[in-house]
């Protein structure tokens, strides 16, 4: 999917692989790894993703995976949070319409799946302000954090690496990244000059659950000190085939239509997209300077029950990226991120258009990393955030709000001994959110100003080589957005009328992770527990009264918890240069409720156990096959519906075939291979568009 790995790349992706062990694990290890993977949590990159095997190395240590969203270049093992990285063939392999769906599969992560062309990544139960997604490290600055049927402006085809923080992320990347971050990294902008002369990436795929078609195409090339880039897709997909009926028995016998009822076929669920990014970096000795210029345009249907309903987006974007790098200056490395985005959709029925949503933002930041002091390294800077936000028609829920954040932080690190490391950071956020359409009174009527301070502790305790254990505690605060303060009006999407709270105080919670890892070895992994109180969870509740024949919904504070675990374990059967064959387990599990009404939060995901096996082989490839187990969601809010649970097969493959110097790539993915009847409990159209049937994609990848 996205342009060739470099050399590098290559190498930290093949850590992932299962490690040759020299001896068999002892009966304990076995045991205690069996025990917590069957019951707790988090870890990173899914076993699957495997590269060809290195014969010059004795041992893959996930410790040289490096998370390039930490500001203290941490890796993998030794990261203070839990982190879960995807790249490289297992990328391209789960790549879908949306960026949420292209995750839904990774430990703690789901799908809002409000619509095939609408999916924003849940971690752990939250999703909307509460989970920050990122292109490079600057915000997508599009409208899927006001809606769930609003679209992630991210074109999941063209990147080449997406890393997963799970758990609080605000002291990193501000106060909308308190429940969890997901950054999007691309090679757009260059940041070294490469040694080929030109290399590229030319793709084609085709799936059945939806007839889609698609192509892609990168492409590098040095010019003197210059890198220049440029790539584009397009992606047509028609209604996915579904199993059986759309809406749900109760729906069916409690609300017939005056038409006939959906079935095998979910009606206004095609999408459509195309994009194409130019970008240019000067490369010199210790730097670089670039900048990017991208078009991306989306046509998606939204399957909300109701008839003709789709959604036509379009966002330019213009990235401005430079760095510089010192090797006897105390700021060793200094990078300034520049991101200026204009977005706008118009929601049509039919043909007949009606509500238009318009932003206007613009984003920035510099991070500073400072030499290492006697074992302190660590990591400060600015940033700032300024949109204008505006929604015209009749379903125009939110008011025209602009927003205005300006931020400095703080990240460091002290190596304490040998084998326990420190962390310690904090974030002051200084945020205007004003809005000139709220019709309230008072001396703060359509202006509030908050001032929040985020603090984050960490401690990582290398017992050996092999384990790692790791605490992270973060106090944050999340200012309110202009749609909890000045909401009113119908949110179709949501099937409520809003009412925003103008005296809304800032969201504050205070998250615990601790995240046990072991490097290598037959058996590795991760297990891990979390705990997030909030103090002032900003909820949407409702009032049994109903305005517009739709029930009314207001914005409120409750005191709230979240707590659960996820993990990763596998075992390898097999490890060779010539052979490879391993068994991974992957539960995860969230719980929420209110302590304020003792009512559960809605759309929490239910408990999940993934289980999967992958043989590889340097003459035939890799295959890979799995079984996804989703089991009931009853833990539901008020006139929220229980969610039955559902197994689900799953199968991929890919191979490379050297062509010359070049590689062509065949990957074969089937989904769902049961047909089995799902539904996401996360997804707010859940009772009326189920998750696609059966179905098999084909796709032929060619790298030069």
């Known amino acids: 999917m996205g342009a060739a790995l470099s050399a590098p790349q290559q190498v930290k992706m093949s850590m ?131 809606s769930p049927d609003h679209a992630v402006t991210v074109e999941s085809a063209l990147v080449n690496k997406i890393e997963v923080i799970r758990g609080p992320a605000a002291l990193l990347y501000g106060t909308s ?63 996915i085939h579904i199993p059986g009926y759309a809406r749900t028995p109760q729906l069916r016998a409690t609300e017939p239509l005056d038409y006939p009822e959906p079935q095998g076929t979910l009606p206004w669920s095609f999408t459509s997209s195309d994009n194409l990014t130019l970008g240019s970096s000067y490369i010199f000795k210790d730097g670089f300077l670039g900048a990017a210029w991208s078009d991306y345009n989306t046509d998606y249907g939204v399957p909300n029950g109701e008839e003709d309903i789709s959604i036509d987006a379009h966002r330019r974007r213009v990235d401005v990226r430079g760095g510089l790098r010192s090797d006897d200056a105390f700021i ?61 028609g009749e379903e125009a829920f939110q008011p025209p709000t602009s927003s205005q954040t300006y931020s400095l932080f703080d990240l460091e690190e002290y190596k304490l001994s040998r084998s ?21 009174t008072g001396d703060d009527a359509g202006s509030r100003f908050f001032d929040t301070f985020s603090q984050s502790a ?16 973060a106090n944050t605060q999340r200012a309110p957005t202009g749609q909890e303060l000045y909401a009113d009006g119908p949110h179709v999407a949501t099937g409520a009328y809003e009412i925003g709270d103008p005296n809304l105080d800032p969201e504050r919670s205070l998250g615990t992770d601790l995240t046990f890892r072991k490097n290598t070895g037959q058996f590795r992994g991760f297990i891990g527990g979390f705990y997030n109180h909030f103090w002032n969870y900003i909820n949407l509740t409702p009032n049994g009264q109903e305005e517009e024949d739709l029930p009314v919904y207001l914005f409120d504070q409750i005191e709230a918890d979240f707590l659960g675990f996820e993990s990763q374990v596998q075992y390898c059967l ?3 240069v010539q052979e490879e064959w391993s068994i991974d387990v992957q539960p995860d599990y969230v719980w929420a409720r209110s302590q304020t009404t003792g009512e559960y939060i809605p759309r929490m995901p239910p408990f999940r156990l993934l289980v999967g096996t992958t043989y590889t082989t340097q003459r035939l490839g890799r295959a890979r096959l799995e079984v996804q187990q ?31 110097a070049d590689t062509l790539e065949v990957f074969l993915r089937g989904t769902n291979l049961l047909s ?6 996360v997804s707010f159209t859940k009772d009326v568009a189920p998750l696609p049937g059966a179905s098999a994609m084909l796709g032929f990848r060619y790298r030069f």
Request: proline content about 4%; hydrophobic content about 35%; glycine content about 10%.
């Open 332 to 392: 060793e490395d200094a990078k300034l991120r520049l991101g200026l985005v204009n977005y706008d959709h118009t929601e049509f029925q039919a043909l007949t258009a009606g509500t238009q949503f318009t932003q206007h933002g613009l984003e920035g930041r510099m991070d500073l990393k400072h030499r290492d002091m006697g074992g302190l390294t660590g990591t400060g800077g600015i940033q700032f955030q300024d949109t204008d936000f505006e929604a015209i």
């Open 574 to 576: 097999k490890d060779s």
């Open 420 to 440: 326990l490391t420190l962390q310690l950071g904090g974030r002051l956020d200084w945020s205007n959110v004003k809005s000139d359409g709220f019709s309230g």
């Open 177 to 239: 990244a308190v429940g969890g971050l997901v950054n999007v990294f691309d090679n757009r902008i260059a940041e070294f000059m490469q040694r080929e002369p030109v290399s590229g990436t030319v793709e084609i795929r085709g799936e059945s659950v939806n007839l889609e078609r698609s192509g892609l195409f990168a492409l590098d090339a040095p010019a003197g000190p210059f890198v220049l880039h440029v790539d584009g897709s397009k992606q047509l997909a028609d209604d």
């Open 16 to 146: 992932l692989r299962c490690c040759r062990p020299p001896k068999l694990p002892c009966v304990a290890e076995i045991c205690v790894f069996l025990i917590i993977g069957a019951s707790s949590s988090a870890y990173a990159q899914d076993p699957a993703a495997t590269a060809t095997p290195n014969p010059d190395r004795e041992d893959f240590h996930l410790n040289e995976i490096v998370v390039e969203s930490s500001l203290l270049n941490e890796t993998l093992f030794d990261s203070a949070q839990s982190v879960s990285v995807l790249s490289g063939t297992d990328l391209d392999l789960k790549a879908r319409d949306s960026l949420g769906d292209t995750l839904a599969l990774e430990p703690g992560v789901n799908s809002s799946s409000f619509a095939p062309g609408a999916g924003r990544p849940v971690i752990r139960g939250l999703s909307g302000d509460r989970v920050r997604i990122l292109e490079n490290g600057i915000g997508t600055l599009d409208v899927s954090n006001v």
């Open 676 to 681: 089995e009847k799902a539904r996401n409990a």
């Open 630 to 660: 989703v089991f009931d969601q009853d833990k539901v809010a008020e006139y929220e519906t229980t969610t039955p649970g559902y197994t689900m097969l799953n199968m991929y493959y890919s191979r490379e075939i050297p062509v010359g």
């Open 458 to 473: 960490g401690a990582i305790w290398d017992i050996d080589e092999r384990y790692s254990l790791a605490l992270s505690v």
